[in-house]
C-alpha cells in the first residue's frame, strides 16, 4: 500500500494547484545559442548551449577557459560531442556542444578558447594548451613572425 502510494505520487507530480507541475518553464529550457551571440540574457534555472565544430585529426579544438563564469550566478553544465549523423568516421569533425544554466540574478563573464594546429601548442581535446598567447615566439635570426594567437571569445551573460 506505501509503495503504491509513493508511485502515485511520482506520477502525478507536486503541481501548485493550478494545473502546473511545479516546474517554471524557464528550468525545463534549453535555448540552443549562436557562438556569435555574446551578449546573453537568462532567467535564473534556464539552460542555454552554444555549439561549434571542432575536428581532432587537424588539432582544432574548443575550450572552456579563464575568465570562467561566477558559479554564483552561472555554472558550466559540461561539454558534449556529436558527429551529427551518428557515426564518427577516421579524419572528421563532429560538433562539440557547451551547456550552462543559470543560477541567480547577477552578470558574469567567461571565454571560450578555439585552438588551431597553428594557434597553440601542447594541447589535447581535454587540456589546453598552458599558455593562450601565440603558440611560437619571433625569431631573431630568421625574421620570422609568432603563428597567430587563438580566437577568444568572451561572453557576458546576464541573470534577471
Same mark, same amino acid.
Request: charged share 15%; net charge neutral.
Given at each position: 500500500?506505501?509503495?503504491?502510494?509513493?508511485?502515485?505520487?511520482?506520477?502525478?507530480?507536486?503541481?501548485?494547484? +493550478?494545473?502546473?507541475?511545479?516546474? /517554471? /518553464?524557464?528550468?525545463?529550457?534549453?535555448?540552443?545559442?549562436?557562438?556569435?551571440?555574446?551578449?546573453?540574457?537568462?532567467?535564473?534555472?534556464?539552460?542555454? *548551449?552554444?555549439?561549434?565544430?571542432?575536428?581532432? /585529426?587537424?588539432?582544432?579544438?574548443?575550450?572552456?577557459? +579563464?575568465?570562467?563564469?561566477?558559479?554564483?550566478?552561472?555554472? /558550466?553544465?559540461?561539454?558534449?560531442?556529436?558527429?551529427?549523423?551518428?557515426?564518427?568516421?577516421?579524419?572528421?569533425?563532429?560538433?562539440?556542444?557547451?551547456?550552462?544554466?543559470?543560477?541567480?540574478?547577477?552578470?558574469?563573464?567567461?571565454?571560450?578558447?578555439?585552438?588551431?594546429?597553428?594557434?597553440?601548442?601542447?594541447? *589535447?581535446?581535454?587540456?589546453?594548451?598552458?599558455?593562450?598567447?601565440?603558440?611560437?615566439?619571433?625569431?631573431?635570426?630568421?625574421?620570422?613572425?609568432?603563428?597567430?594567437?587563438?580566437?577568444?571569445? *568572451?561572453?557576458?551573460?546576464?541573470?534577471?
Amino acid at each position: 500500500m506505501l509503495a503504491t502510494a509513493a508511485l502515485l505520487a511520482l506520477a502525478t507530480g507536486c503541481g501548485s494547484g +493550478d494545473g502546473s507541475t511545479g516546474t /517554471s /518553464s524557464t528550468t525545463s529550457r534549453t535555448t540552443s545559442l549562436s557562438v556569435k551571440d555574446t551578449s546573453i540574457s537568462a532567467e535564473p534555472g534556464e539552460r542555454f *548551449t552554444l555549439t561549434v565544430d571542432q575536428n581532432a /585529426s587537424t588539432r582544432e579544438y574548443w575550450y572552456l577557459v +579563464d575568465p570562467r563564469p561566477d558559479s554564483s550566478v552561472l555554472v /558550466s553544465r559540461g561539454r558534449a560531442a556529436d558527429s551529427g549523423d551518428g557515426t564518427t568516421a577516421p579524419g572528421s569533425g563532429h560538433r562539440l556542444t557547451f551547456t550552462f544554466e543559470a543560477k541567480a540574478k547577477g552578470t558574469t563573464r567567461f571565454t571560450l578558447l578555439h585552438c588551431t594546429f597553428t594557434t597553440c601548442q601542447g594541447n *589535447t581535446s581535454t587540456k589546453p594548451p598552458a599558455t593562450t598567447g601565440a603558440s611560437a615566439e619571433p625569431s631573431a635570426t630568421t625574421g620570422a613572425s609568432a603563428a597567430p594567437a587563438p580566437e577568444r571569445i *568572451t561572453y557576458t551573460v546576464t541573470v534577471r
